[in-house]
């Protein structure tokens, strides 16, 4: 009775295994590194458009903001009384990136906070303010297709190149 071993007999499967192995991992990191590159583009147009609103919120009077709630309305936004400020600080990295952007553009003092049950982000302008904007959370960005026809590709050339070896 032969016994199976982890680590393969053959120079041609090892060879295999550790140049799928390395195909593996130079995937995975082309992918953490387009995550990246895409995630820092996303956080600036988060914190620039935040910047604007609360900008927009502050310096209303309360009649203006009372004209202009249904408007902001149709943007998801509305401005509530801090009082409704619920949940914690945000997890994602997106996010606490856009927060730390946002603190740098001339609000140091904003809050987020992120109520995962009810998908919604809370903005303050400053830990005292009377009033938190309300705007729904972002969708994280699915996986884009190439990535999958990639996999695909890697997938069914690894199972030939095995199906050679063997």
């Not at 130079?26 to 590159?37: D, E």
């Not at 895409?38 to 914190?47: I, S």
């Not at 140091?108 to 906070?113: E, V």
């Not at 302008?125 to 969708?139: E, F, K, Q, V, Y």
Request: hydrophobic share 50%.
């Amino acid at each position: 009775m032969k016994k199976s071993r982890l680590w393969p007999d053959t120079l041609f499967t090892r060879m295999f295994l550790i140049i799928a192995g390395l195909l593996l991992l130079s995937q995975l990191a082309v992918y953490w590194f387009f995550n990246i590159y895409q995630a820092n583009p996303q956080a600036e147009r988060l914190a620039q458009s935040w910047a604007q609103i609360l900008t927009l919120s502050e310096t209303l009077s309360s009649a203006q903001r009372q004209a202009t709630a249904s408007e902001l309305m149709h943007q998801g936004l509305r401005i509530v009384p801090a009082g409704a400020l619920r949940g914690h600080k945000p997890r994602m990295p997106v996010l606490a990136n856009a927060l730390q952007l946002l603190h740098r553009m001339g609000w140091p003092q904003a809050q987020l906070r992120m109520d995962g049950r009810r998908r919604v982000l809370w903005l303050q302008a400053r830990p005292d303010a009377a009033l938190a904007l309300a705007m729904p959370m972002p969708h994280p960005p699915g996986l884009p297709l190439p990535w999958f026809k990639l996999a695909a590709i890697l997938l069914l050339s690894w199972l030939g190149a095995y199906l050679a070896v063997r």
